[in-house]
Nanobody, 124 residues
Framework: QVQLVESGGGLVQPGGSLRLSCTHS????????IGWFRQAPGKEREGVSC????????YYLDSVKGRFLLSAYYARNIVFLQMNNLKPEDTAVYYC?????????????????WGQGTQVTVFS
């Protein structure tokens, strides 16, 4: 049974940090890329970051480059998204997802499995 479970969301002031976790199981992670997405109210879901185990490739949305860091610990089946210097525009529900691809993709239709999401709220 495939599972992706996010945790670590919460309330934080601008400039603060959060670390999101995505625990995954039930699929051969070496054949997949793991992506982080977010969806703010009234907006489309967008790709934030992605990692490919097979190539080592990493992707970051331009607006989070230099602030967010994705790391994967495959032996523990967990992927982290460290988010620093958070801004109000980072407020969204954050999802992790898995796509059976060699290279990172930001196309939602490519993703086979999704977590339930975790809320991140950045407020003054």
């Amino acid at each position: 049974q495939v599972q992706l479970v996010e945790s670590g969301g919460g309330l934080v002031q601008p400039g603060g940090s959060l670390r999101l976790s995505c625990t995954h199981s039930g699929f051969p992670v070496g054949d997949y890329v793991i992506g982080w997405f977010r969806q703010a109210p009234g907006k489309e879901r967008e790709g934030v970051s992605c990692i490919s185990r097979s190539t080592g490739g990493l992707y970051y949305l331009d607006s989070v480059k230099g602030r967010f860091l994705l790391s994967a610990y495959y032996a523990r089946n967990i992927v982290f998204l460290q988010m620093n210097n958070l801004k109000p525009e980072d407020t969204a529900v954050y999802y992790c997802a898995a796509a059976r691809r060699t290279f990172c993709t930001q196309d939602l239709a490519d993703y086979d499995y999704w977590g339930q999401g975790t809320q991140v709220t950045v407020f003054s």
